[in-house]
């Protein structure tokens, strides 16, 4: 048996490869690009959802706090509804309108068919390059290509001049948590309360960054 959430909030990530998926192919094999309008569909249809056996707890300490992964039994699924990665959402305080329009990125296999993708948005204002979404298809999990996807955003990054990368996650997406982690990311704040009047109550959004040098 498993947990199923069904939510509308926005973390989802790179996840280790479903059981059975075939052996890794190096990112390379992948085309990374500034999305097309054609894409869009593909875009739309990808799937976010995944399963894990942990979530992150913070623990409190005398100078701060610390995230403590913990098991979960039977393991969680989580299942996003369809989203717009240009719908433009909520990247944590830059309220002053300076944001430019969302930029997405794909990555497409050597047949052409979208493997992922990430959209991201520069706010000038602190120099930061928001990460808004980023999603790997099921099939192409563990092959790089969250990683390429990511590695496109911080070049892009550096090109407007941003200072960090940044972005939110749910502290139940502890497979995009490691993944993060693995891309140089670390915590840098959370908010107990982002997801209040969600079907995510209860989680924590957590918020990461990684400087663009």
């Known amino acids: 048996m498993e947990h199923t959430i069904r939510t509308g909030t926005p973390a989802s990530a790179p996840s280790p490869a479903p059981a059975g998926t075939p052996a890794s ?34 623990a409190a300490r005398e100078d701060g706090f610390a995230l403590r992964e913990v098991a979960v039994e039977p393991p969680l699924t989580k299942v996003f509804p369809d989203d717009d990665p240009e719908d433009g959402e909520d990247d944590g305080g830059d309220g002053d309108g300076d944001a430019d329009e969302p930029r997405v990125f794909v990555a497409a296999d050597a047949d052409g068919v979208l ?42 990054a550096r ?10 996650v749910s502290n139940v997406n502890a497979p995009a948590v490691r993944a993060y982690r693995r891309m140089g990311f670390t915590l840098c704040g959370l ?23």
């Open 25 to 58: 192919a190096p990112a390379s094999a992948y085309v990374f690009r500034v999305a097309r309008p054609e894409d869009g569909d593909a875009i739309g249809a990808v799937d976010g959802s995944f399963t894990t056996g942990t979530v992150f707890e913070v």
């Open 115 to 156: 493997a992922g993708y990430a959209a991201v948005s520069y706010s000038a204002w602190n120099r930061r390059l928001v990460v808004e979404d980023i999603e790997v298809v099921p099939a192409h999990r563990g092959r790089g290509v969250g990683r390429g996807l990511m590695e496109r955003a911080a070049a892009y």
């Open 191 to 213: 908010d107990t309360t982002l997801y209040d009047g969600t079907a995510s109550r209860g989680e924590f959004a957590l918020y990461m960054s990684r400087p663009c040098s």
């Open 159 to 168: 090109e407007c001049g941003a200072a960090h990368l940044w972005l939110e």
